[in-house]
Nanobody, 127 residues
Framework: QVQLVESGGGLVQTGASLRLSCAAS????????VGWFRQISGMQREFVAS????????SYADSVKGRYTISRDAAKNTVYLQMNNLKPEDTAVYFC????????????????????WGQGTQVTVSS
């Protein structure tokens, strides 16, 4: 069973950048597809980005495409979310998640596909 811990959130101004990290322990992280989701209080958790086990495939929500980049470092058991040109509407709690049933090239986008979740990290973008 893998444990996930997010870090890197904070309070920034519009146009700034942040890099979120998702560190894994307790399992072989490279056997999981990994995704990032975000949630505003009282609303559904929404897909942001995902990366395949192979690292060669990525998927992004339309709202972040061109601004966010997901990547993974197998040696560090860590997945990153580089967020550039942040906007106030990006404000949310960001969660990483791992899908143990994903195929080699799969980039899952549905939250129900994921087996393990981190505790989340708050990102706040001021206007």
């Amino acid at each position: 069973q893998v444990q996930l811990v997010e870090s890197g959130g904070g309070l920034v101004q519009t146009g700034a950048s942040l890099r979120l990290s998702c560190a894994a322990s307790g399992g072989t992280f490279s056997t999981y597809a990994v995704g990032w989701f975000r949630q505003i209080s009282g609303m559904q958790r929404e897909f942001v980005a995902s990366i395949s086990r192979s690292t060669s495939r990525t998927s992004y929500a339309d709202s972040v495409k061109g601004r966010y980049t997901i990547s993974r470092d197998a040696a560090k058991n860590t997945v990153y979310l580089q967020m550039n040109n942040l906007k106030p509407e990006d404000t949310a709690v960001y969660f990483c998640a791992a899908d143990g049933g994903a195929s080699w090239l799969s980039t899952p986008v549905l939250k129900d596909e994921y087996d393990y979740w981190g505790q989340g990290t708050q990102v706040t973008v001021s206007s």
